[in-house]
């Protein structure tokens, strides 16, 4: 999968896990800009993103994450 | 503290106050226990105290727990929250482990009991995976395996001295699978206590509580007969035909089915039965058949006759003088079950699966019947009601059938007889009994000689609908009489499986195109009654013959003239792929 449809995807995800209307996610975007994205949200980010793409990842995968770029990269890793 | 949906003015739910107390992180959970719950008719207030306050909350008196006037309050503690220690091999230990954590949610039930009058409910724990030796592990004192289970055991014993109630979420972990069950990963990320996958059904266990406590569980479960408490269809294969043996795969799957109504009846569950069958018939193999496990007197009420399901169920619920929503339908076939739903929406129907090996999985995994305690009323509810298998009388129907059967997106095929359809026409003719007009036996050659007869209009006619094909249902066999201008119907003959779907009139509508076609004037039909075919007496009568004698045996004759036929023409598709041209007709 590449990046843009990764994007594609993640868009869908950030505007349903944070009950959001066509988030514009960039790669820079990090959990400061998006209300809501607290520790709770998170996981619900991680388990979505999980179930989308059909990937496993573990605390120290996601722990090493700091911004939706960390997050797209990571996902292209796992589905290549 | 989130509090959230209030309950207030969302009638006809019935609001219920429930306070989530926990150690674990239960955000991902708490949504859905509002939504499953107003499935389950709760309009469900959730009062979840900040995360890991559980002692906290239960003994001040002043907690949100304690202070929000909350109907139950559900312990959901996790077994890695517990002081579990360790003790491999130690029984002394290990029971002073597992009495030191009965007490300590004792300790939490006296503190909410003190303070508020809120219900316990008391979730047990799911056993982990992991264990240090193996078997051993079960029975050895002091693993977490030997642990858990006593602690689970101990706890059933006490919510039942103490009147709380208990979660069996061990029971529900167990049915999905242990190792599904538990997710490691989301416990260290988040303290999340069980894989995301389950929430919805954990949720659905805990409204299932939240009803029955509200008295919202059903009481009573209505059977379909044929293809649901036996195999086959007693009207066509006869007491000696339907399969209902042990030693019978599909038989043993029925006989299941039959054994767990009568656990449901033991604990208080009414059966009725609605099934399309004359009375008579569908009362046999309660009677004769041997193997048979339900019998007439455990029903209460028994409503076997042609018409549509929706109206016995009504006639049901009215017997019993109970609410619709009290009532579970159990029928294999998709058109019942879809027809029941749309007239009937209160009334529960599983959607069976096609193997009827899972069938009472399927029912019991529903959990309409859950309840939260068994009294002596429930133990001697089955005999308050006289149980005589009674008739109910048949009030007004339950909805719009012509509207209902509109919606069925009906296709109607009729073909002649041909080489490829030959077998099944074989079959239909020699082991329909039940929608048989004259129950006339034909061999293959025989049919194979009326395929090629161009003075015989001979039909075999299909059905398809949203649910799938049916295949061929009916078949039509009509000759010239030595009269001039005379069609008799020698066959007429219908699988039971699409009654109530007009069929006969579409049949009688192309026959009679063919007729006019070839200048036939007059149409003649013949009902012989057997011990089978009383369903079709009225026959004729419905489609607009008149009768022209009746023998001493019961045998009617009938006619209809083709030029004041006014045939109904119900909603379906029509498509014939039967030429007009190749009837010819000797000249007189």
Known sequence: ?80 | MEKKAPSSNLAPLTPFSLGLLSNSTTELITPALIATAARHGIALDLIVPPYDQVAQQALTHDSIINNSNLDAVLLAIDFRSLPLQLSVGELETSTATISAAIAYLKTLRDGIKAHSKAVCIFQNFAMPVESLFGSLDRHLPGTLRNLIDGINRELAAFVNESGDILFDVSGVAECVGLSNWHAPDLWNMAKIPFSCDFVPLYADHVARILAALRGKSRKVLILDLDNTVWGGIIGDDGVEGIQIAQGDARGEAHLAVQRFALGLRQRGIILAVSSKNTDETARIPFETHPEMLLRLHHFTVFQANWNDKATNIKAIAEELSLSLDSIVFMDDNPVERDLVRQFLPQVAVPELPEDPAYYVRTLSAAGYFEAVTLTDEDLTRASAYADNAKRASLKHSAGDMDEYLEALDMTITFMPFDASGRTRIVQLINKSNQYNLTTRRYTEPQIADITEDPEVLAMQIRLADRFGDNGMISVLICRPEAQKNIWNIDTWLMSCRVLGRKVEHMVLAELLQHANAVGIDTVTGTYRPTAKNKMVSDHYARLGFSKVDEAQDGTSYWKLLVNEANPQRPPMKLISHIAFKTLERTPA
């Open chain 1, 1 to 80: 999968m590449n990046q843009a449809q990764i994007y594609a995807h993640l868009n869908a995800i950030f505007d349903d896990v944070f009950d959001l209307d066509s988030t514009e996610i960039t790669p820079e975007t990090t959990a400061k800009d998006i209300e809501g994205w607290d520790s709770i949200s998170h996981i619900r980010l991680i388990i979505t993103v999980e179930k989308k793409f059909n990937i496993k990842l573990s605390a120290s995968d996601v722990g090493r994450l700091e911004t939706v770029g960390d997050l797209a990269t990571l996902i292209q890793s796992r589905t290549e």
